[in-house]
T-cell receptor, first 113, second 114 residues
């Protein structure tokens, strides 16, 4: 069975500083990887996804993530955060092209002025 | 207008009561999902449906049932609510035809069972 671990439950960061959110997964087969963001009192929306090809994936709002198969990781980064990036971020994995997602526990990012 | 809507948005109910959460979508997607979100646990899949005649159990289906009344409607029922079903519930949809693999989420229903 697949599983996803997000190593940090909360990440405080100052505005305009870089941020990295860590995600590790376990699976016995090839996987598809996703990062979703949940703004306060809203549903989730897709930030970016890795299906195949280049291991560096660029998403919306200046976020990017790198797939590392040997380390079974898919860490999310942004070089300079804004107050509006305050949200909860979820890493998710699927073994069947996104039909059934397994989510990590989430990382709350609090951007401070 | 929102593409994926959920009703009610908030609900407080008592232990033992039957409750239904409803989800409607105008995206024309064939696949629909129900998740629950608990702090620190992320989202966990309860049930999913790939079309009107296809219903599948997810990771945590015990205590829940679903109905796919039409392609656009997918309801989640708690037959006899218990306090540990207090959570934030999300409906999601996806389109099998695009190959995009993205799921689109509703705004959520916050359910409290007392």
């Amino acid at each position: 069975a697949q599983s996803v671990t997000q190593l940090d439950s909360q990440v405080p960061v100052f505005e305009e500083a870089p941020v990295e959110l860590r995600c590790n997964y376990s699976s016995s087969v090839s996987v598809y990887l996703f990062w979703y963001v949940q703004y306060p009192n809203q549903g989730l929306q897709l930030l970016l996804k890795y299906l195949s090809g280049s291991t560096l994936v660029k998403g919306i709002n200046g976020f990017e993530a790198e797939f590392n198969k040997s380390q079974t990781s898919f860490h999310l980064r942004k070089p300079s955060v804004h107050i509006s990036d305050t949200a909860e971020y979820f890493c998710a994995v699927s073994e069947d092209a996104g039909n059934k997602l397994t989510f990590g526990g989430g990382t709350r990012v609090l951007v401070k002025p | 207008d929102a593409d994926v809507t959920q009703t009610p948005r908030n609900r407080i109910t008592k232990t033992g009561k039957r409750i239904m959460l409803e989800c409607s979508q105008t995206k024309g997607h064939d696949r629909m999902y129900w998740y629950r979100q608990d702090p620190g646990l992320g989202l966990r899949l309860i049930y999913y449906s790939f079309d009107v005649k296809d219903i599948n159990k997810g990771e945590i289906s015990d205590g829940y049932s679903v109905s796919r009344q039409a392609q656009a409607k997918f309801s989640l029922s708690l037959e006899s609510a218990i306090p540990n079903q207090t959570a934030l519930y999300f409906c999601a949809t996806s389109d099998s035809g695009t190959g995009a693999y993205e799921q689109y989420f509703g705004p959520g229903t916050r359910l409290t069972v007392t």
